[in-house]
């Protein structure tokens, strides 16, 4: 009797500390987060002052020319949607597979998941040359009875990004709803008042919680796909095209691993300093960061196995295009960046084999990152040297970025950071309501 | 608010939004009908057309200008016309943009006490010339060549005012080939090369379709001689030029060694020919015997080679023989010359094809040695006033002649021109010329054909023609001297001439030709044998050695000042803005050079530092720089004849360690075994097409539009390039935008150099694929495939983004990173054709086939109820071609010219492999070159 009561003492003290513990990180900011949310927010001005000096002066502001048509911006495009699809991935993967480890960081991953995607869905406007038409791209209605090219992958980004960004940011909302309810409880005065608006009168009642099971069920199964489907598409911007190095039938497996393995890397990268800033050791472990390295590596492992399968391919065929551009990209004008990448995505990944790398925050940190970095090469490296050296020999030429694309791809870290910094300070971190079931 | 308010509203809304989304930039230009119709009959957007003659370099090509509302808008050639029948080079292309030129002189000028120009009156630049050509002194007028009417003017002028004429300033003043016709056929003149009465054609080092002569009348004929059947060239040279690579066969020339060659073949000749004329003793005798293996030692000619030239040559039934430019340009230059002469009239090549009844008209044309006497006498300090007319000498003369110091001692300079250039920032007074579109005038180019100079426009700056100066001076004088302007003066003689009924088809035709005299030279035997005799011995010139040569794009550093002429690449190293100088690869290799790295170069006289270029098929120990980027002019002078040697041995050159980033826009100056002009031989080319598409098939009702090109014709003079820029408005954007890439060029010259030094050239545009990939991917329909075949790019449609420029396997899409300048004379007046929009910023643009061309012809073709015939569309660059390569029409109608040679043989298209059924035809090589490669095979296999 007396032990149960203890056990029940401490799971409401389990409950209340992790209360207290999500709320204490949505409190008063510190000194060292304004720091942060400045310096972020700086780099998110220049992204934007870069922007608009481009959109003055025209596209030539960029280093891109002739051969070259595309370069860091549409880079960093598929970088962030790459990194946009672990937070659907951990979240609604892991959740239909029933994988515990997923509730410490599902919230942190579904909210880099929303900015990265708004970050990435940037870029496709940045690159135009006349950005003040961008709703040209758009099938609406008009008298001059003018229709979007649905053969154009750039308009099945279009449909596949904006579908994307609706179901990820639905998902996230929908999951927090419980959870900003505790928040409403907790809180007082016109946060109060906020957060009951945000939390849709939510009681916690067995039917709300039973259709909030179905609804998150079905939402879950519904992102599923487009984990699979975003990245395809994207990866169909260049698969699509005649482009040597582009046209290969490999790219959309190929580009969804990568993206898998490039978002997983930026959760740890996120969430090791998040962990350790709003002292939230306590829910989020050592197992789960294991769980997490695992899947790094397998990625990792299938990334590699892609540039081999292209590699061979494309020696295998015979075809003096392909053959020429898979070597230039080893050996040519742009080869220190290829070894990069090699190294990153697959040489150093390999270190997670070993127990002790992987149980190591430091030495995963530092993995997560060079990912990070190996797969903006990646992405540079396949978008340049096949466009640098295509078919017409007369027509090749080089491309070296310019100190505006430079701006504005410090101002898309510059953007995401200030976003999941406020995210930090305004949402719970941390999905209460799943760990104190977990915790069950 | 109102449901009707509402889309009232959002009416309003979405009509401003469609008005405000116009993307062509255009001056906001107010409409305003003709209440009154100008005098003129102008009728807006419909051309006029004004025949008269180019005057960018003295050949004096027919032009016929197209003027639109008052404002010439393209030149092209005049057809018909004897020279260039229809055709137009590079320059002459360009010529027009002279006419915008922002830097013309635009009024009168004098140097103030400071040195620096001031605009002055017309009237005061008169009074103070005729001040000082009332003092003392000798006055002198010196001019670039001259003919035709305005030469007598000069000549009365100089007369009246006791001003002495003085030779003629041309840099290529072909002094050799003149000296050597003086003295062999006492005639001191340039031939009138007729190739296309020829089947064989053996060209030693002369520059044919770039700056010889007449390079256009050249290449016309040149395609001409082809067309009829077997057309034998060899060209022999020490060096590489885009002229040799033309040639069915290029000869590698030890440099200097020419007299080997041709007293071999001379003896060769002499001994097969059964119609060759018997030499006269004297110069028989003075002719050395000697054996082909010496021949091929001295001259560096395989035997076998050497053996099948004199062979062919003497089989040929109506051989040519042409010597000049570079093989006449060292000191035994002479000899070559004669003993070329010699040949002609031997081979009675001088009674029809080296035809002297047309020679050239250029008796008062001086040389170097005149411009030397002229430094003399300016150091003596006696001259008065020197007039210097239309040429800049300073940069063009020996720097050793000391002019730009002597110049200075002339009382008083006066300098006639259109630009400031070296030369006239030397003067005084500065006179600005008009524009040869703003001028009434006519040439004599050659012997029988006058060309017609008439205005297309008034003056755009207060500008006036060298007559009426001329005129206006002598009026000031007597008073009055009869005639008001240059104009009436001209006509005043024409009627003289040929009576005053034709005044007006000479107006309408553009130029008059008189039959030719029919008389034939004679050899002057002995001073033949003279000659021959104390002939100089041939040049053997000591290795590294530095040539100096003409170059196609500035001709002697004249049309340098032209934007556009930079911005085209020179089609052998695609060097576009800057200077260089040309090395072989095995010196750059064996010095450790990089291609751009900075040389030091020193000559006996002289030293420059300029990046060095990679030039392959360039002999080791040869280097080769343009005239005009050899500055100063570090040339001597042969004595005897005045002709430039062009050749500097005992050269120095050093790397600087730093590297000059001028742009070259080829990737790669190989096709990097990727078919691109397929070799029969190595049978690289692959006519794959894939299977078929995805996308339903096209339809074409009517008209189908394609081209085709033949790579035999294609000699890459980039005409076609230079034509295409002023049709279509392409921006001239200049040399920091082409080294990061961005060129905006519709259609380039693209070289493909093979291992044994050969070279193929291929004009690369739209290809305007029948499955073009550039469509599918746009995602705002701004490409389609129009009705008639055409891959058409909306501009007003067009977001940026550039997938479709990706996706294009030629390349041959430009993006509009800028809205770029387009500088001209002045707010009102600017070059541009009113039939193409000017793109703005974020757009993209390619190749339309001249669609403008193409809507004019449908639009005659609809009032007369008709379709389109075979060769009514002819886009600007088939248009300039001086060999017709290009050819374009409706590929759906089976009669048309262009459906024939796309079903021929030779016909291929680039990359078939992908499927995309390119509407652009390229024709092979030709059965000539490919039974020569197959003759070539059976040696190697022999020698195997």
Known sequence: ?????????????????????????????????????????????????????????????????????????????????????????????????????????????????????????????????????????????????????????????????????????????????????????????????????????????????????RLYLFLAAFATPLVISVHSVVSWDFAMSVIPGWHTTIFAPYFVAGAIFSGTAMVVTLVIPMRKIFSLEKYITLDHFESLAKLLLLTSLIVTYSYIVELGIAFYSGNVFETAIFKYRMMGDYKILYWIMISCNSLIPLLVFFRKVRRSLPSLLIISLLANVGMWFER????????????????????????????????????????????????PVLSMTELKEEHE | MKRRDFLKLMGLASSSTVLSACGVDKKAEKLIPYLVPPEDDTIPGVPVYYNTTCTECPANCGISVKVREELPVKLEGLSGHPINDGSLCIRGQASLTRLYHPDRIRSPLRRNTQGQFKPISWSDAYDQMMQTLGQGGQHLYLAGRTTGTLSELIDGFCDERNIERLPEFESYSYAAIKEANRLLFNQSVIPHYRIEDADFMLTLGADILETFVSPVSHATQLARAKKLGQFLWYHAEPHVSLTGLQATERLVIQPGSETHLLRFLLRYLLEHVDYARRLPDAVARAIPNVSGEEVSAQTGIPSEELNQLARQFAEAEKPLLIAGGISTGHTSGLEVAALAGLIQWMMRMTDIVVDFSRAENDANVG????????????????????????????????????????????????????????????????????????????????????????????????????????????????????????????????REKYGEDSIESLLHKGYFEDSPSGEFVRLSGTAAAELLTTASDPVDFGKPLLIAIPSLRTFDGRSRVLPLLSEIPDPLTTISYGDWVSVSEQDLRSNQWQDLDEIELTIP????????????????????????????????????????????????????????????????????????????????????????????????????????????????????????????????????????????SWIRMEPYY?????????????????????????????????????????????????????????????????????PGPSDEIQMANPDVSIRGKGIMEKCTFCIQRIRAARDTAKDESRKIQDGEVVPACAQSCPTQAITFGNIEDKRSRVYQLAHSFRAYRVFEHLGMEPGVYYLGKSEARSQKSEVDRGHQEDSN
């Not at chain 1, 998110?44 to 502001?61: E, R, V």
């Open chain 2, 605 to 744: 006289g002289g030293s420059i530092r300029l990046p060095v270029k990679t030039q392959p098929g360039l002999p080791g120990g040869i280097s080769t720089i343009h005239w005009d980027m050899l500055k100063p002019l570090m040339l001597q002078v042969d004595p005897r004849t005045g002709e430039s040697i062009c050749y500097m041995d005992g050269v120095q050159m050093v790397s600087r360690g730093v590297s000059v980033p001028i742009p070259y826009l080829s990737g790669s100056s190989s096709q990097e075994g990727r078919g691109i002009i397929p070799d029969m031989e190595r049978g690289d080319e692959d006519h794959d097409r894939g299977g078929p598409g995805m996308y339903p098939e096209h339809e074409h009702t009517d008209y189908r539009w394609a081209m085709v090109i033949d790579l035999e014709s294609c000699i890459g003079c980039s005409a076609c390039v230079a034509a295409c820029y002023i049709e279509n408005n392409v921006a001239v954007v200049g040399p920091e935008e082409h080294l990061k890439g961005r060129e905006m």
């Open chain 2, 754 to 822: 093979e291992e044994d030094g050969s070279a193929e050239f291929l004009p690369m545009m739209c290809q305007h694929c029948y499955n073009a990939p550039c469509e599918p991917v746009c995602p705002v329909y701004a490409t389609y495939h129009n009705p008639e075949g055409l891959n058409a790019q909306v501009y007003n449609r067009c977001v940026g983004t550039r997938y479709c420029a990706n996706n294009c396997p030629y390349k041959v899409r430009r993006f509009n990173w800028f809205k770029h300048e387009r």
């Open chain 1, 1 to 213: 009797m007396k032990s149960e009561k203890v056990v029940e003492r401490t799971e409401i003290n389990y409950k209340e500390q992790l209360e207290r513990d999500v709320l204490a990180a949505m409190a008063k900011p510190n000194r060292w987060y304004w720091v942060a949310l400045g310096f972020s927010a700086t780099c998110f001005l220049i992204g934007l002052i870069s922007w608009g000096y481009q959109i003055k002066i025209g596209m030539g502001t960029a280093g891109l020319n002739n051969p070259v048509g595309w370069g860091v911006y549409i880079t960093d495009f598929v970088f962030w949607v790459g990194i946009a699809h672990s937070g659907t991935l951990i979240s609604a993967v892991l959740f239909l597979f029933r994988a515990k480890f997923r509730s410490s960081f599902n919230r942190t991953a579904e909210a880099m998941t929303v900015i990265a995607v708004m970050t990435a869905g940037l870029f496709p406007l940045i690159h135009l040359g006349r950005v003040w038409f961008f709703y040209w791209l758009f099938p609406y209605p008009n008298q001059r009875l003018l229709w979007v090219n649905f053969r154009s992958p750039l308009i099945w980004d279009v449909f596949a990004v904006s579908t994307y960004l609706t179901v990820s940011a639905v998902f996230f909302y929908v999951g927090m709803i419980p959870d900003l309810a505790i928040v409403r409880r907790l809180t007082t005065g016109i946060r109060k008042k906020i957060y009951g608006i945000l939390s849709l009168g939510w009681q916690g009642s067995l039917s709300e919680w039973m259709h909030y099971n």
């Open chain 1, 380 to 427: 540079f490296i396949l978008i340049v040297t096949s466009l640098a050296k295509d078919f017409d020999p007369y027509a090749w030429g080089l491309y070296k970025p310019s100190i505006i694309e430079a701006g504005i791809t410090l101002g898309s870290f510059g953007m995401f950071f200030t976003f999941f910094l406020i995210f930090t300070k305004v949402l």
């Open chain 2, 367 to 494: 040389t170097m040695l005149d411009m030397g006497e002229l430094s003399q006498r300016l150091q003596e300090g006696n001259v008065g006033v020197l007039f210097i007319s239309r040429a800049n000498p300073m940069p063009n003369v020996p720097a050793s002649y000391g002019f730009k110091e002597n110049l200075r001692k002339a009382r008083l300079r006066v300098g006639l021109s259109d630009f400031l250039d070296d030369t006239m920032q030397a003067c005084d007074i500065v006179l600005p010329l008009s524009h040869t579109l703003e001028s009434w005038g006519d040439t004599q180019s050659r012997k029988g054909l006058r060309t017609v100079i008439q205005p297309a426009l008034e003056p755009i700056f207060d500008t006036r023609t060298e007559g009426d100066i001329l005129l206006q001076l002598m009026q000031r004088r007597t008073g009055n001297t009869g005639v008001q302007t240059f104009r009436e003066y001209l006509f005043t003689r024409w």
